[in-house]
């Protein structure tokens, strides 16, 4: 189970942090990460860590912007969002799978999803 939180409304060029809270599974075989969909949009990818060595990827419309990072003994992986853009705005995902391919590109596969957590970006 994956249980997202830290969405809101915030002005461009703000921060907002997502958690997102793993259960169910063995944490550290998985690559954790975030994925979004705008409005009128496809689901995409965001950030990912394999969180047993720390490894990250990022899309390159967020990177230098968005931190990924993850507290192990808590379970939880974290998105730190600064510098928003109006075209963060979406509904954010968790993700998680054995098999980083599936978490961190677009795949032909979903990934483990959890509840979507909305983020408002105002110009």
């Known amino acids: 189970q994956l249980q997202a939180s830290g969405g809101g409304l915030v002005q461009a060029g703000g921060s907002l942090r997502l958690s997102c809270v793993a259960s169910?599974?063995?944490?550290?075989?998985?690559?954790l990460g975030w994925f979004r969909q705008a409005p009128g949009k496809e689901r995409e990818p965001v950030s990912c860590?394999?969180?047993?060595?720390?490894?990250?990827v990022y899309a390159a419309s967020v990177k230098g912007r968005f931190t990924i990072s993850s507290d192990n003994a808590k379970n939880t992986i974290y998105l730190q969002m600064d510098t928003l853009e109006s075209e963060d705005t979406a509904v954010y995902y968790c993700?998680?799978?054995?098999?980083?391919?599936?978490?961190?590109?677009?795949?032909?596969?979903?990934?483990?999803w959890g509840q979507g957590t909305e983020v408002t970006v105002s110009s």
């Open positions: 860590i394999s969180v047993d060595d720390g490894n990250t």
């Open positions: 993700a998680a799978d054995p098999d980083p391919a599936i978490v961190c590109t677009k795949y032909a596969v979903d990934p483990h």
């Open positions: 169910g599974f063995t944490f550290e075989d998985y690559v």
